[in-house]
């Protein structure tokens, strides 16, 4: 059963890059899957930030496409989020996801990783 | 980007009844429609997929129904774990996008 793990400083100064890292175990992050972050401010709804297959293709959201960099490490079996110039609007918890696949098509998201609180403050 | 609306904001019900939330996509999703529930301080769990079709794990009181631009989840007998929030999210178009949420709370 495939397994994801946030991990990532939990503070971050305005104007800085906030960085978290999912693990994947129990599983190959090489699979046919694509992979996603998502996050939800505290009290708040969830909204989707992107996602990414092995092969390195990306998607990404269009509200935040000009801050964010989504990247995959095969060899460490994990994938990454770069969040650049953040604001006190991206204080989150972030989740990653792995994307479901039937069909031959990409679904929903089936397994979260417990999620990781980001607090963007001086 | 699609806009879900999620009815009603907050579903105030009793142990045993049963609860009906409503997802409306600003278009047609076709059946790319999922139904997640999220607990207090926990990640969402996917419930459906694909408007109908239950998740792995997830108990037959959970059912999906709709397609195109309406979309139902009913919980046909509430049980204390089931009060939480519940989202719908859509991937027909990118971005994807989810609903606002409905909270099922007791009455």
């Known amino acids: 059963q495939v397994q994801l793990q946030e991990s990532g400083p939990g503070l971050v100064k305005p104007s800085g890059t906030l960085s978290l890292t999912c693990a994947v175990s129990?599983?190959?992050?090489?699979?046919?899957?694509?992979w996603s972050w998502v996050r939800q401010p505290p009290g708040k709804g969830l909204e989707w930030i992107g996602e990414?297959?092995?092969?390195?293709?990306?998607n990404y959201n269009p509200s935040l496409q000009s801050r964010v960099t989504i990247s995959v490490d095969k060899s460490k079996n994990q994938f990454s989020l770069k969040l650049s110039s953040v604001t006190a609007a991206d204080t989150a918890v972030y989740y990653c996801?792995?994307?479901?696949?039937?069909?031959?098509?990409?679904?929903?998201?089936?397994?979260w990783g417990q999620g990781t609180m980001v607090t963007v403050s001086s | 980007e699609i806009v879900l609306t999620q009815s009603p904001a907050t579903l105030s019900l009793s142990p045993g009844e049963r609860a009906t939330l409503s997802c409306r996509a600003s278009q047609s999703v076709s059946s790319f429609l999922a139904w997640y529930q999220q607990k207090p301080g926990q990640a969402p769990r996917l419930l459906i997929y694909d408007a109908s079709n239950r998740a792995a794990g997830i108990p037959a009181k959970f059912r999906g129904s709709g397609s195109g631009t309406d979309f139902t989840l009913t919980i046909s007998s509430l049980e204390p774990e089931d009060f939480a929030v519940y989202y719908c999210q859509q991937r027909s178009n990118w971005p994807l996008t989810f609903g606002g949420g409905t909270m099922v709370e007791i009455k």
């Open positions: 129990g599983g190959s992050i090489s699979s046919s899957n694509w």
């Open positions: 990414i297959y092995h092969s390195g293709s990306t």
């Open positions: 996801a792995k994307v479901l696949r039937t069909a031959g098509r990409e679904n929903a998201f089936d397994i």
